[in-house]
């Protein structure tokens, strides 16, 4: 989901073989190397502009960081980036990762501060972007039957 102006939440579902648990890996790429913030929240800041990158779910990831080369279809390596990949701690059969990517100028900040809305027994059923001037609140629908609707609703 895009939120303009410098908001994109990524949500992505994940289910292996019954009985095959697996950890899933989700990959990001910059010109520029990937700090750790915390636990669940990276940045890469370059000369103008800035990405942080933070998981809300899970709430307890691995990373790396690591240079990557970028191959042409020729097999020949164009150019190297910063990569860092995020996963899952313990392998599961289903699950869905939350990424929230904000950019913003390099001397800057992040316009939202994002967290998860947990319920009584501390799942996650929400996530929450907060800003000086608004917040916004998505529900999670991760159990939908129907896997064509969308597994989550904006409650503004």
């Known amino acids: 989901t895009y939120i303009k102006p410098s908001v994109l939440i990524i ?12 950890t899933y890996k989700i ?35 691995e990373s790396s960081g690591f240079k990557q080369n970028i191959k042409e279809v020729s ?16 392998p599961s ?7 929230v990517l904000q950019v913003y100028p390099a001397k800057g900040q992040p316009s939202f501060i994002p967290s998860t809305l947990d319920d009584k027994n501390g799942k996650a059923i929400g ?14 629908n991760p159990d939908k039957k129907d896997l064509s609707s969308s597994i989550f609703n904006v409650i503004k």
């Not at 520029?32 to 942080?52: C, D, H, I, M, P």
């Not at 097999?75 to 313990?90: A, C, D, F, P, W």
Request: no cysteine.
């Open 127 to 140: 996530i929450v972007l907060t800003s000086k001037e608004k917040t916004m609140t998505f529900m999670l």
């Open 75 to 90: 097999g020949v390596v164009k150019r190297t980036l910063e990569t860092l990949y995020i996963s899952n701690r313990k």
């Open 11 to 22: 949500i992505d579902e994940f289910e292996t073989v019954k009985n095959k648990p697996a």
């Open 93 to 99: 059969e289903k699950g869905f990762f939350v990424n």
């Open 27 to 61: 990959y990001f790429h910059s010109e520029y190397t990937f700090n750790s913030l915390s636990e669940n929240t990276f940045s890469a800041v370059g000369k103008n502009g800035a990405v942080q990158i933070m998981t809300l779910i899970p709430k307890k990831v």
